[in-house]
């Protein structure tokens, strides 16, 4: 037997996890956490738990998901969907993911230091956000003129279509509409 390894070695490391897209905003409405998990030690025929907490920009929130994968001989790749966004915890801003691998010990490591790692991410907004009139604003006069603002500063020139009406189904015969 060449290289016999008493223990298993599972890894990973912070090149060894992106993010796809690797860009993400609110245009989209999930995003895939992708971990490449290296076993570089002895392969044994048992599960192998996987642990990560998603901490979302508003503090004292966050997501925990716990990932069996089954035997793990040498290296695979753990994929999780996220959504982007969550109603009760925003997303928007820098996420922070902690990652760790055999989260409970269950399993005597050649070394156990290996199998954590921090990455963030930054989710842009893509909203336009009305800065006047405010939003489901009355307007007393016959011509106003629209005012929105992007909620990513840096983002390319757009156009954005705006649309008034007399009903919040905008379905009204005074519906008008410029771009």
Do not use: C
């Amino acid at each position: 037997v060449l290289n016999s390894q008493r223990y298993p070695d599972y890894a990973t490391s912070a090149p060894e996890v992106f993010f796809n897209p690797e860009e993400v905003s609110t245009e989209v409405d999930s995003f895939a956490l992708n971990i490449i998990i290296t076993n570089r030690g002895r392969a044994i025929r048992q599960p192998v738990q996987v642990e990560v907490i998603r901490h979302f920009p508003t503090q004292g929130m966050d997501t925990t998901y716990s990932i069996v994968m089954n035997e793990l001989f040498y290296r695979d790749t753990l994929r999780i969907r996220m959504p982007v966004t969550d109603q009760k915890r925003g997303g928007v801003g820098i996420n922070n993911f902690a990652i760790r691998i055999d989260p409970l010990n269950q399993f005597t490591e050649l070394l156990e230091t290996n199998n954590d790692v921090n990455m963030q991410l930054i989710i842009r907004s893509a909203e336009v956000l009305p800065v006047w009139p405010y939003e489901f604003a009355l307007v007393p006069k016959d011509t106003i003129t629209l005012k929105a603002s992007t909620g990513d500063p840096f983002a390319p020139p757009l156009n954005y279509i705006f649309e008034l009406d007399t009903t919040d189904l905008f379905n009204s015969p005074f519906k008008i509409s410029t771009s």
